[in-house]
């Protein structure tokens, strides 16, 4: 009995691109199911996220038009993450194997042939990773690897430029609706869980159409909000940041001291200043940082949910019927 695939695909505001992008998904499940590796109850289940385009129209028609296609939407905009996990809880329970993709055509579709394969050699998570950025600009490549490199080094472990293109098996997903957080970091996330897995290389391409949702800032807040969610490292910097300040004050304690008792001292308004202007902004980023975590205890101890699907598509009437 092959296994049933789900290709996850989160949807924001992609009029222009789901047209085009979307037989190219049909096409691979037609594909892997005529090869056996996978069964003919497999689904592309798009995930509107609140899109305030046609986005909603177009895979409500998709459902109409092959049973291969299903769609949940959300009852509004939640974010790239909340969307694929909507999507991956969705499948969890009806599918073994999910694979999320990006809808707009940038990661490279035939990728999945080598993650079904890994999966069928007994891998239960098979990583997505780019082999090469020479299509992405120098800035979004500069960016985007830099995002990977901070994020290692605040100790929030992720697999480099890997982003959500990954095969998850329906087994680790029942373990991961275990992960009740509500700051969710899915490809931090999933090497938490365990299992045995793998990578596959692919190659990044451009977007088909539209344009990207992801600008420096939003960028800066998903590596925020990994960094955060995943580790206390930014706390430890700042109690090591905290002790060299003690020690260097100390030092300038023992100096005033000889100083004064030299008699050397004049009344320095200058230096007061801009010790205490010191003292005053490394306070502040700490609490600042402080303030970071108790805004995420915050967020969790209210324990609202992490996504709200308000429609779904109809199943399209069995295959004897077509
Ligand atoms: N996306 C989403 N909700 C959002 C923003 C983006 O579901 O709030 C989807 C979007 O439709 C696309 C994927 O997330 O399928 C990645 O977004 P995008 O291509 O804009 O980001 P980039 O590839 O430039 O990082
Ligand atoms: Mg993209």
Redesign the pocket.
């Known amino acids: 009995m092959q296994p049933i695939l789900y290709i996850v695909i989160p949807c924001y505001n992609e009029e222009q691109v789901l047209p085009i992008t979307c037989s190219m998904f049909l096409e691979k499940i037609k594909s892997l199911v005529q090869k056996e590796k996978i069964s003919d109850d497999s689904r592309v289940l798009f995930v509107n996220d609140g899109s305030k385009d046609k986005t909603w129209e177009i895979i409500k028609q998709l459902a109409k038009e092959d049973y291969h296609y299903k769609g949940i939407s959300q009852s509004r905009n939640r974010g790239h993450q909340n969307a694929v996990l909507a999507g991956l809880m969705e499948a969890k329970d009806v599918c073994d194997i999910t694979v999320s993709i990006?809808c707009?055509g940038?990661d490279d579709i035939n990728a999945m042939d080598a993650m079904v394969d890994a999966y069928l050699d007994g891998c239960e998570i098979v990583y997505g990773v780019r082999s090469r950025r020479d299509t992405d600009t120098f800035f979004k490549r500069f960016t985007a690897e830099g995002f990977y490199k901070v994020m290692n080094w605040m100790g929030a472990e992720v697999v480099f430029n890997h982003a959500d293109y990954r095969l998850v098996s329906s087994r680790v997903l029942q373990e991961f609706a275990n992960y009740k957080e509500v700051n969710i970091f899915l490809r931090g996330m999933f090497p938490l869980v365990g299992f045995k897995s793998t990578s596959v290389y692919y190659e990044r391409h451009e977007?088909i159409a539209g344009e990207?949702?992801?600008p420096l800032s939003k960028m800066l807040a998903l590596a925020f909000d990994g960094i955060t969610s995943l580790s206390v490292k930014p706390l430890h910097l700042i109690t090591g940041l905290g002790c060299g300040i003690a020690v260097l004050s100390f030092i300038g304690v023992i100096w005033s001291v000889i100083v004064a008792l030299t008699g050397h001292s004049v009344a320095g308004w200058a230096s007061m200043t801009s010790i205490v202007c010191f003292i005053g902004g490394v306070q502040l980023i700490c609490l600042g940082v402080l303030g970071e975590y108790i805004g995420k205890i915050y967020m969790e101890v209210k324990h609202r949910p992490r996504y709200i699907i308000s429609e779904r598509t109809e199943e399209k009437e069995t295959k004897e019927m077509e």
Do not use: F, L, M, T
Request: a negative charge; glycine letters at 0%.
């Open positions: 990006d707009d940038q977007r990207s949702h992801y």
